[in-house]
């Protein structure tokens, strides 16, 4: 029931800039916080950021702030993440998620590559 879609991931220079949309369905969008997630190639998925049901609170993994925006758009049921600096050590697969009823759930992913 509950579904989750990224989109937005693509081949960028490092430096550049970079949007991911994901599109959730299934759930009340605006009463749930939700999350991205990345997992590059042989490292554990990691948690990059968060952001509260209303959009009032975010929160980043030290590596990604200043760079990493998170945002969301609860009449479109959308979560966001802006790119921004990208390092070739962000390369990975994006992935969105949100703890709904005691279960997590993911998205398919989108690959975000980062090289010259």
């Known amino acids: 029931q509950v579904q989750l879609v990224e989109s937005g991931g693509g081949l960028v220079q490092p430096g550049g800039s970079l949007r991911l949309s994901c599109a959730a369905s299934g759930f009340t969008f605006s009463t749930y916080s939700m999350s991205w997630y990345r997992q590059a190639p042989e490292k554990e998925r990691e948690l990059v950021a968060g952001?509260?049901?209303?959009?009032?609170?975010?929160s980043y993994v030290d590596s990604v702030k200043g760079r990493f925006t998170i945002s969301r758009d609860n009449a479109k049921s959308t979560v966001y993440l802006q790119i921004n600096s990208l390092k070739p050590e962000d390369t990975a697969v994006y992935y969105c998620?949100?703890?709904?009823?005691?279960?997590?759930?993911w998205g398919q992913g989108t690959q975000v590559t980062v090289s010259s």
């Open positions: 952001i509260s049901s209303t959009g009032g609170g975010t």
């Open positions: 998620s949100v703890l709904h009823r005691g279960k997590v759930y």
